[in-house]
């Protein structure tokens, strides 16, 4: 459609080449660099909408896209697969959204900390989409790179505490890259190649070889930690409670998601599942997602703190996620990229809301949200459908995930999913619901107004719409996700699932 | 014979509108209350349209979208969920108009919250009337757990906070458990689809398994219906306005509950494998107890929206008791007693709400004497008494001459007995209240201050009273013909199961 063939490439290139020259347009105008990166995400966006269509009608193949027309092993691929673009999707939608969100927080900085914060936002989303779409091992540490190092940024421009969370951030995360390049090491060694379909065939002969083992293990212990699955979620809770709240959204929403969802395609579509090594290993990521599940909802309980609680939260839903992989069948899995998705949306707009509310009241006390309802309408309105997807209440998205997922359980008759999934449900709906009584039914909390409202609404227009529409996707994914997943997942399901 | 009909869709949807534009109504009450009361109409008119044809042995059905790849939300009318729809749309009329006066008359606030609240509850009702799948039932299960919490916190004092975080742990605990159960029938039977007689059998799985699903899937509706010792959030719900009492804790939610062990007895097990895994009885049992518990507890409440939330309890019983013995003539007296307490719970709860926006009264004990000053209510109240201790020609008499019938039918002649001792409690508890009302003089220098009379809440009152008498004593009258909507939903159940009771 906009650029045919060449449609995957842009839906990185686009943002690269923007945040790059971001500075430079910020030094001409304040303004320009932004907007230069607004564009180029847009275009990303559409892009992604393209691929995804371009891929649907070849009916879910995956389409191989070589760079510079240099094939592989010597080339580098991308791979555009059905689940690939719908994560691409996600991402270049969420970015796009928020992107406009930030602007008010932005207001009274210079031009180099508005360009910088742009150039560092289109980073990271170039991170976040080549991790995707990437079908190269080493590109994807290139742009796990990319992704942490803009990350890192961005949560140290939050202020306040955030550069020490941002340190920690930094040192925990250098462990896991590192983790990923001994794993890419391994996997060098066994197949002397780097492309991952290429890998998927040759490694065969190796799967029963310690070697294969550590090169697994390694990337558990990576992946696992960028994507803050317990235990190794220690740098999560400070890095999304200190991040700047303008970006908040995306780093909650996508940054935990991509790594999640790089691990899916390492085990599903590289390694396979159907060998002992990965066997034990999905047991292992079982345990590590039911323990997360539980011990994440129960932290989030204990905290006061409206971002610590959803960051906790969160640790809790990469729990889910970990528990779809673990099962290992066609429920689990589908259960698993659809949270993955639907989780994002929720996250997101839970933490778009969060900073509505310290950008007007500089607040973060949960306990001191009384009569928000009449303040910011929208975002109370957002929150509860947040909410209601959270603890699994129908038709808003979050119960799809949890139906797949209990399908898969049952499945494999690991009852004890079932029991954590329903414990966690009820742990989400004590902590979530705490929220809504405090914002519709407490007195009203004396606040003092740093930004006086403009609008009715409560919010500048730039926060307001984006709230607004990802409270309305949080709905929509609920009523549309049968379409997500007849359409989309069950046409991209990894080979290994069919037999 | 079934047709796709997009009537199942908009009955669901007419409430779910009105809701919509009663909030978006705020500045204007008139409009606002308008809006409730032509949707009441509307949706009444929609539900009583289908009622013929099913009578005939049509079905209507219609599937809106794919909630999974699999399974879709189905609305079907078959006789079972017409009757719990007629009925629900029905009382929906006269409760909206006494609402309205209600809630003028008592000042109360959020009025906007509380009407939209109350249509997105009726709109949830209908879904789970007409649910064709486990699924579908379940997704307007929870809708109305939710929608109905914020009616439940309405006062927004402290007692109201915690009945409502009572009511969302009962609730909500118990519909993710339905929701475990509802996979695990999925996975053994490859459906969910609604089915007179059930669709499970015994050849699916282990008798354990088979006996954890129906626990499981029996936990959800047993809150709702408040089936001891589950009941513990409806006596702490009453403290939402009364015709949030009324409608809700009368009508909608607890009969919910009440309609969904009738499901799943009927649609989803089916009496063949109950009476196979033999767990039927245990449930029976417990609505015994229930049925006898409560009705002494209600003895001994002073605050006659509590008594009347524990004759709730009782009565909810019989329906699960009718469903649990599994003959058709209980099964037939339980979705008639659906209908008959309905209607007769509701005009108590109305007439209690009468006497609260008049003199502020709660207490039984301070009621001496007010039926000379309130004849008309007071006399509705004393006919609705009647009717749930079980007169002839009143409507509670011919639900429970179905259900002793089948009890007896069910060879099980014992349970007679539980109801007939319950029926002597109703009067013990009911009939003071009465006597007290008409028969002992109003204390000296009456204290008491009389509100003004409000036909707004007086009509509503008298039309359930009425109907409650013309249901006893033609209780095939059309529309809405429950009796023989009763008759062909049991039917259905026990069709291939009735060769074991001539």
């Not at chain 1, 742990?427 to 519709?440: D, G, P, S, T």
């Amino acid at each position: 459609m906009i650029f045919g063939v060449h449609s995957p490439v842009f839906i990185v290139l686009l943002p690269l080449s923007a945040s790059l020259l971001c500075l430079a347009f910020s030094r001409l105008h304040r303004h320009l660099g932004g907007w230069v990166v607004q564009l180029s995400l847009l275009g990303a966006f559409l892009s992604s909408v393209d691929s995804m269509r371009q891929v649907l009608d070849a009916g879910g193949k995956t389409i191989h896209y070589w760079m510079g027309n240099w094939q592989p092993p010597i080339g580098i691929e991308f791979a555009i697969d059905p689940l690939n673009t719908a994560v691409l999707c996600m991402i270049t939608f969420i970015s796009l959204v928020v992107s406009f969100y930030s602007k008010p927080f932005l207001e009274n900085e210079d031009w180099l900390h508005y360009g910088g914060y742009y150039t560092l936002y289109g980073l990271l989303t170039v991170g976040l989409c080549g991790m995707t779409v990437t079908g190269d091992v080493f590109n994807m540490y290139v742009y796990l790179e990319i992704m942490s190092l803009a990350g890192y940024g961005l949560i140290a421009m939050g202020g306040h505490k955030s550069m020490v969370a941002a340190f920690r951030y930094l040192l925990v995360g250098t462990i896991g890259a590192s983790f990923y390049l001994l794993g890419i090491g391994f996997l060098y060694a066994m197949t002397g190649s780097l492309n991952m379909a290429d890998i998927s065939e040759r490694i065969v002969p190796f799967v029963h070889t310690p070697l294969f083992a550590f090169a697994v293990a390694c990337f558990l212990v990576a992946f696992g930690i960028k994507m803050a699955l317990f235990p190794l979620h220690g740098w999560q809770p400070d890095s999304y409670t200190y991040s700047h709240p303008g970006a908040a959204g995306l780093i909650s929403g996508c940054m935990s998601k991509v790594p999640a969802y790089a691990m899916l395609r390492y085990f599903f579509y590289v390694f396979g599942i159907h060998n002992t090594v990965m066997q034990s290993l999905m047991n292992v990521l079982g345990i590590m997602g039911i323990c997360g599940i539980l011990i994440g909802s129960v932290m989030a309980l204990a905290q006061y703190d409206f971002r610590r609680m959803l960051a906790y939260s969160s640790v809790a839903q990469l729990g889910y996620i970990a528990v779809g992989m673990a099962l290992g069948n066609i429920h689990g899995f589908v259960g698993a990229v659809l949270h993955l998705i639907n989780h994002a949306f929720m996250k997101c707009c839970l933490f778009l809301v969060v900073g509505g509310i310290t950008y007007r009241f500089g607040e973060v006390n949960l306990y001191r949200l009384g009569g928000l309802n009449k303040k910011m309408p929208v975002s109370s309105i957002a929150v509860c459908l947040a909410v209601l997807s959270m603890v699994g209440i129908p038709p808003t998205c979050g119960f799809f995930s949890k139906w797949y997922l209990m399908l898969g359980a049952y499945e494999s008759q690991q009852y004890i999913h079932i029991v954590v999934l329903v414990i966690s449900s009820l742990l989400n709906a004590v902590y979530y619901f705490r929220i809504v009584e405090q914002m519709f039914v407490q007195r009203e909390a004396s606040l003092t107004e740093l930004h006086e409202p403009a609008t009715k609404l409560g919010l500048p227009m730039n926060m307001v719409v984006p709230i607004g529409i990802t409270g309305l996707g949080i709905l929509l994914l609920g009523v549309y996700s049968s379409t997500l997943v007849n359409r989309i997942v069950e046409i991209g399901l990894p080979e290994v699932l069919m037999r | 014979m079934t047709m796709i009909d997009t009537r199942p869709l908009i009955a669901v949807c007419i409430p779910f509108v009105a809701a919509l534009l009663v909030s978006m109504s705020h500045k204007y009450p008139n409009i606002r209350e308008m809006w409730s009361a032509i949707a009441s109409i509307l949706l009444f008119g929609t539900v009583i349209s289908m009622t013929g044809g099913v009578l005939d042995g049509m079905t209507y059905e219609y599937t809106m979208f794919n909630l999974t790849d699999t399974v879709g939300l189905t609305m079907k009318t078959d006789p079972a969920g017409t009757i719990f729809a007629t009925l629900a749309s029905l009382l929906w009329i006269p409760i909206n108009f006494y609402s309205i006066g209600y809630m003028r008359n008592n000042h109360e606030g959020m009025q906007t919250g509380y009407f939209a609240a109350f249509a997105l509850c009726i709109g949830a009702t209908m879904g789970i009337a007409m649910a064709a799948n486990l699924l579908t039932f379940f997704v307007f299960y929870e809708i109305l757990t939710i929608s109905s919490y914020p009616l439940v916190l309405h006062e927004r004092d402290e007692e109201a906070l915690l009945a409502s975080r009572k009511y969302l742990a009962y609730t909500l605990a118990s519909g993710q458990l339905f929701l475990a159960g509802t996979v695990g029938v999925y996975c053994i039977s490859g459906t969910m689809n609604f089915t007179p007689g059930g669709f499970l059998e015994s050849h699916m799985a282990p008798a354990w398994v088979l006996q954890l699903l129906f626990v499981l899937l029996i936990m959800a509706g047993s809150v709702k219906a408040a089936v001891m010792p589950l009941h513990g959030w409806l006596p702490a719900a009453m403290v939402a306005p009364t015709p949030v009492s009324a409608l809700l804790h009368a009508v909608a939610v607890v009969k919910t509950g009440a309609f969904a062990v009738l499901r799943i007895l009927g649609f989803v097990f089916g009496p063949k494998l109950l009476s196979e895994l033999g767990i039927a009885d245990v449930l029976a049992w417990m609505a015994v107890l229930t049925i006898l518990a409560s009705s002494f507890i209600a003895l001994r409440q002073d605050n006659l929206k509590r008594r009347l939330a524990f004759s709730t309890i009782g009565q909810l019983s019989y329906i699960v008791l009718g469903g649990a013995l599994l003959t058709p003539l209980a099964f037939k007296g339980a979705y008639l007693h659906l209908v008959a307490h309905a209607v007769m719970k509701i005009t108590l709860f109305m007439c209690a709400g009468c006497i609260i926006v008049r003199t502020h009264l709660h207490d039984i004990s301070e009621m001496d004497g007010i039926g000379h000053r309130m004849p008309v209510t007071m006399t509705c109240f004393a006919l609705a008494s009647l009717g749930i201790a079980g007169t002839p020609f009143l409507v509670g008499f011919v639900s429970k001459w179905n259900l002793a019938m089948g009890a007896i039918q069910a060879g099980k002649p014992l349970f007679v007995l539980a109801w007939m001792a319950s029926a002597i409690l109703a009067i013990g508890y009911l009939m003071p209240v009465v006597r007290m009302a008409f028969f002992k003089p109003e204390p000296e220098g009456d204290p008491r201050h009389y509100g003004s009379t409000s036909y707004c809440m007086l009509i509503p009152i008298c039309f359930t009273a009425i109907l409650s008498l013309v249901l006893g004593i033609v209780p095939e009258i059309f529309p809405p013909d429950f009796y023989r909507l009763a008759e062909l939903a049991s039917a259905g159940i026990t069709a291939g199961f009735g060769g074991v009771f001539k």
